[in-house]
């Protein structure tokens, strides 16, 4: 249990997943906790630090949150000494790594809302999480699973050749893909790589081919396991990110059965910048123009009116009730 005498902003942690891989990460927490102060995990994109969500975090905290942080397995805080060889994949972020962010904060913050922030395949993972069902609101930005098709079409044909013909010849003869040597992001574990090159428009017929849990393919065990999910999700999806887009948004998205889910999509001019990307969403530059958009959502599940971008779509669970919203 954290020691709550004084705020913790930013200090390192350990978890511990449940096949035993030790994770590093950071934690933020105020001095008065309880059930009107939420805590947000921010699950990262492929092969990116969680120290590069460290200022958002702030921000979050600065508002009201206890925020988590983490490292998926191979990456960052929780690289191991080789990754040559190292076993880790797609699924493993979801179903170890976030999963045991998602316990440590049920356990270390009792009677807090947990809400999640997943950026890129953190969106995925959230889905792939067994303690899924425990997450109060999501928000996403630029989530996907990397079909290639859905990719932006003006960049699709250097996109594949990237992604899925250089980064993974790169893995084979080097054992991962050493990916900080061409400036292109974290070096990142070969199985990881396998997943995201070969990912077919269902995540379950690409993922854990040909293995069994209880008599189950593990696929489809891992496909329902996203009708879990019963938070409200707001995806946000930025017109300039080649990787987000609105085909590539909404077909994460329907695999969210049982949640209500809002599709927005923001352009660079909405907010007066010339781009913002896949990545930048989470750069300060913007605390002024699209953090409070989060800030919003995450507080009490709406859009705040004048909002840069717009709803593309909006879908709601059968026979459910769409939940009050809660002031933290």
């Not at 030790?22 to 947000?40: C, D, M, N, Q, Y």
């Not at 440590?104 to 969106?123: E, L, T």
């Not at 352009?267 to 896949?278: E, F, K, Q, R, Y």
Request: some cysteine; glycine content about 10%; hydrophobic content about 40%.
């Amino acid at each position: 249990m954290l020691q709550n005498s004084r705020p913790v902003k930013g200090a390192p942690l350990q978890l511990q997943t449940s096949d035993g891989v030790s994770l590093g990460g950071f934690i933020w927490r105020g001095i008065e906790a309880g059930a009107k102060r939420p805590v947000i995990v921010i699950s990262a994109a492929t092969s990116v630090r969680c120290r590069y969500y460290a200022r958002f975090a702030d921000y979050l905290f600065a508002n009201g949150f206890d925020v988590l942080t983490f490292d998926y397995r191979g990456i960052g805080e929780s690289r191991p000494t080789s990754l040559r060889g190292f076993h880790a994949d797609w699924v493993d972020w979801g179903e170890h790594d976030l999963e045991a962010a998602l316990q440590f904060v049920h356990g270390a913050f009792p009677g807090q809302d947990i809400r999640v922030v997943g950026h890129s395949i953190g969106g995925f993972a959230i889905g792939l999480a067994p303690s899924n069902h425990r997450i109060q609101r999501i928000l996403t930005v630029g989530s996907q699973f990397a079909h290639w098709r859905d990719y932006g079409a003006d960049q699709r044909r250097r996109m594949y050749i990237k992604w899925h013909i250089v980064m993974p010849l790169f893995t084979r003869v080097f054992g991962y893909f050493p990916a900080k040597r061409l400036g292109w992001m974290e070096d990142t574990p070969a199985g990881v790589v396998r997943d995201w090159s070969r990912m077919k428009p269902r995540f379950e017929h690409t993922v854990r081919q040909g293995r069994m849990v209880g008599g189950e393919r593990e696929a489809d065990l891992l496909h329902r396991r996203f009708g879990q999910v019963t938070a409200p999700i707001l995806a946000i999806g930025l017109e300039d990110d080649p990787h987000g887009t609105t085909a590539a948004l909404a077909r994460l998205l329907a695999y969210f059965t049982s949640s209500h889910r809002r599709h927005w999509r923001i352009a660079p001019s909405d907010i007066g910048v010339d781009a913002i990307g896949h990545f930048a969403f989470f750069h300060d530059r913007f605390k002024e123009t699209l953090w409070p958009l989060a800030l919003e959502w995450l507080r009490y599940g709406e859009i705040p009116e004048g909002a840069p971008g717009g709803l593309v779509a909006e879908n709601y669970p059968p026979h459910r009730q769409v939940a009050d919203h809660v002031d933290p």
